[in-house]
């Protein structure tokens, strides 16, 4: 079963931020938080992971709590492109496999 | 570019009628992964390689099977298919160290009729 539990839904003005969040309360010490994507009738995309510490890469922001038992994706400037499910997903750091939940699905608008 | 392929991106099948999806990688990736999606649901891990070594889900159907004849190819081989099994099928594949990244082809929706 996922680990971890996410808003069914959420919408974000096109240029704004969009602040996704996720909980993953029984996460423990070796496990990473990623996530990835999924746009309409494509397959997953990787977007960024982390441990303990905030990350930023040229798609988005991971902001994880200092217990580590929820973390932020933050899309600074969200475009129509961005509209897609988005998928928070708890992972050993020795490769485990990606047990997907439900997962966002983000509708950015004009 | 370096990626995932999958062929044909649409298959139509009859019920009860085997048929095989393909993948194929040109990232010389060590492993390779088949995921079931039904519609409305998230991806579903069916089994994986690593090298030649093969690791089936616990709750996946025996009419399920998979080969990897080499690096580059893997096929998902349904035996007898049900309406049920009616889904996207996701290949994605991956260097098999720690904190890989996985990267998905664009999946092969299939239909049973």
Redesign the interface.
Known sequence: D?KTTQPPSMDCAEGRAANLPCNHSTISGNE?VYWYR?IH??????II?GLKNNETNEMASLIITEDRKSSTLILPHATLRDTAVY?CIVRD???G???????TELSVKP | DAMVIQNPRYQVTQFGKPVTLSCSQTLNHNVMYWYQQKSSQAPKLLFHYYDKDFNNEADTPDNFQSRRPNTSFCFLDIRSPGLGDAAMYLCATSTGQIQETQYFGPGTRLLVL
Not at chain 1, 41 to 46: F, I, L
Not at chain 1, 97 to 103: E, H, R
Request: proline fraction near 5%.
């Open positions: 996922a990473y999924q009738s494509q397959g997953p995309q990787y992971h998928y750091n020795q490769g496999k990606l047990i997907f939940g439900q997962g």
